[in-house]
């Protein structure tokens, strides 16, 4: 079976700023981390993500706007990067 993403929009809690649109895969309902491969726009954005040599180098998630924190990227328990989410600074909108 194959499997379908579902499709967030990321927007920040503080000012509604867009932020990125993200691909869910599997189930559970929260979004404790965006995988960066999941990452689909901005396109120059999700690109950027892999021109680092090492997770440290990766700036933390931030609102263009209004320059909030929203993730920090870490490393998940597979050694996939990831940008672990702090929950109530974004907001997510399911796109149908
Ligand atoms: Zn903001």
Redesign the pocket.
């Known amino acids: 079976m194959a499997k379908k993403p579902k499709v967030y929009k990321i927007n ?1 809690a ?2 509604e ?1 867009y932020i990125l649109t993200y691909h869910k895969y599997g189930a559970g309902k929260g979004i404790l981390r965006l995988y960066f491969s999941n990452i689909h726009k901005p396109i120059g954005f999700s690109d950027s993500l892999f021109q680092y040599d090492s997770i440290n180098q990766v700036p933390n998630l931030q ?1 263009s ?2 320059d ?1 924190v929203i993730g920090i990227p870490t490393t998940s328990k597979s050694d996939k990067w990831v940008f672990r989410m702090k929950q109530g600074y974004f907001h997510r909108k399911l796109k149908k």
Do not use: A, P, S
């Open positions: 920040c503080k000012c700023t609102c706007n209004c909030e």
